[in-house]
């Protein structure tokens, strides 16, 4: 079994900044992509930004040029910076982890989230 634990959220004014991390542990042997989604009430689960083993990222265009993601491939970490926060960026955020949990099958991916965390912005 793999565990994401997510730390970070919470209240922000507009414009303001929150860094979000996640660490993953458990049985892992590889993890694939990391990555951020967002999700309100009544509606799909969406991504935020994905980082890839060899760093490629990729964003929504919402938050193109405020949020930065960054993993740590020795601490199993992802970390997502947020910057000029905006009420819209008010949602649960869900750190994602795509993990081979062991040698034998190097190449079977399984697909992790964690427990969420709750990012509001508001005056």
């Known amino acids: 079994q793999v565990q994401l634990v997510e730390s970070g959220g919470g209240f922000v004014q507009p414009g303001g900044s929150l860094r979000l991390s996640c660490a993953a542990s458990?049985?892992?042997?590889?993890?694939?992509?990391m990555g951020w989604y967002r999700q309100t009430p009544g509606k799909q689960r969406d991504l935020v930004a994905l980082?890839?083993?060899?760093?490629?990222?990729e964003y929504a265009d919402s938050v193109k040029g405020r949020f930065a993601i960054s993993r740590d491939n020795a601490k199993n970490t992802v970390d997502l910076q947020m910057n000029s926060l905006k009420p819209e960026d008010t949602a649960v955020y869900y750190c994602n982890a795509v993990v081979a949990t062991s040698p034998l099958y190097p190449t079977t991916f399984y697909n992790y989230w964690g427990q969420g965390t709750q990012v509001t912005v508001s005056s």
């Open positions: 980082i890839t083993t060899g760093d490629r990222t």
């Open positions: 458990g049985s892992i042997f590889r993890i694939r992509d």
